[in-house]
């Protein structure tokens, strides 16, 4: 017998608003947070907070907690605790469908390691329904790339590459050690795209080599045995950003010793190696895919709601979809128009970030009666770290007046980045808690996790 799916509090009691925002990511947990504290304070509205994991992970940080810089376990937040501190609601599953006539959102079940049944599929109610699902890795249909090649969107994807990558090591390291063994290199290692993310990931590897020979692979040289290549389709590292960061950066990662190749497209990707456009095979142990990311297949289900080639909802300027203005989408989920160019705002933790602030000061002007004005982005600038050996950083505005910091500077306002989203979502007192907590356990565990 099939029973129909649970209603979540189908009435709420009091009449409240209720705003549904489905994914606790960068965008969407400070958006709880925030309208938990204000219209949800003064009991104007009722914020229920939606998500497929228990717990909200920086993704800006996965490139560090794939090199094994960054233990993910110490940097997690609960959005159970997040929501009995500031207010809101919680509620564990992924979005399934959205009934727009009935304004009801269909939650799914959710299971434990052993595939049993812990919650059941859920329906919950909504006045307004905030979608800040993120974005996925767009493989661009290259044969075998979503099979053979890592993505990095989760905390997920950053354990499985870091356990691949050490059980590399020690196999190159026990071959080195026993057998003399000297196929050079030992271990290949292939990151696609040299964006933010590809560039980050490649320079943190080298990193980790040279400690984990350190601390643990005595027998490997990181800079003989170990070949870190970054691919890029493009002219040069960093195409988004200036060209003379993008000259800087690729300096570095040379001195780093990574293999750049840029220029090329990588047609096929195999088990162990990589084909390229012109046909070359490179051998590659391990391939990270970094090269574009798209909106969740689960956008393309909702009834009514367009998008755009990448499937990343279409906003207005007030970030509500054309269709339904009931139905809200921000962040790398949605396609907001940008005023500068004739193109999309970027999937940035910046865009994200922006974007829930103005969400949270919206909300309260649009159910106090008040006129809402449109979104406008500020390009503060971007960040690009390279571990160790610093950072690079291109202020935001017209490529002829872009300023360039390097080095230690540079390097501050990174680490600044997470700190600054530590306060947004947990509060003065918590971050700072919670950012000596994490400083003290830097000190008094190896610099990288050894297992
Ligand atoms: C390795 C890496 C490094 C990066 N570095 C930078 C950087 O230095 N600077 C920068 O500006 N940006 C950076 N980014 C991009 C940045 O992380 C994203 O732009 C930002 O996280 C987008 O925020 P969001 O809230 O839209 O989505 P996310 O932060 O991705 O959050 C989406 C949330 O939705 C949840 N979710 C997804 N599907 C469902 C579903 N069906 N139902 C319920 N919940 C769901 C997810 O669990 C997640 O919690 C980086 C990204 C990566 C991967």
Redesign the pocket.
Known sequence: MTHAPFVLDADNGADLHRIVI???????LHLATRLAGTVGRRRVAEIVL????PT?F???L??EAASGHRDPANYHIEYAAQAKRHGFRFVQ???ESVDRSACMATIGAVHDEDGAEMLPQRRVRYDSLVL????VTNFFNVPGAALHALP???VEHAEVFRRRFLAACTRANHGLETAGMRSMPAINISVIGAG??GV??AAALTHAVDQLSVYRFQALDPKRDVRIRLIEGGTRVLPALDERVSARTDAALRRLKVDVVTGASVAEVRADSLVTGSGDALASDITVWAAGVAG?A?LNSLDGIALNAANRVIVTDKLQTPGDPRIFA????AACPSATSSGFLP??????HQQAMYLGKAFAQRLAGKAVAGFAFRDAG????LGKSGATYQTGGVSSRVLIVDGAAASGLYRL?YRKHLFGVSGMRHAVLEGLGQWLGRWSRPAIKLH
Do not use: M, N
């Open positions: 489905v994914g606790g990511g960068a965008g969407g939606v998500d497929r994991y909200h920086w993704k800006p996965l490139h599953g992924a979005l800040s699902v993120g974005s990095l969107e989760s933010a993310t980050e990931l969740p689960i921000f962040g790398d989920c999937p940035r933790a910046q865009v994200a971007t960040v690009v770290s980045l």
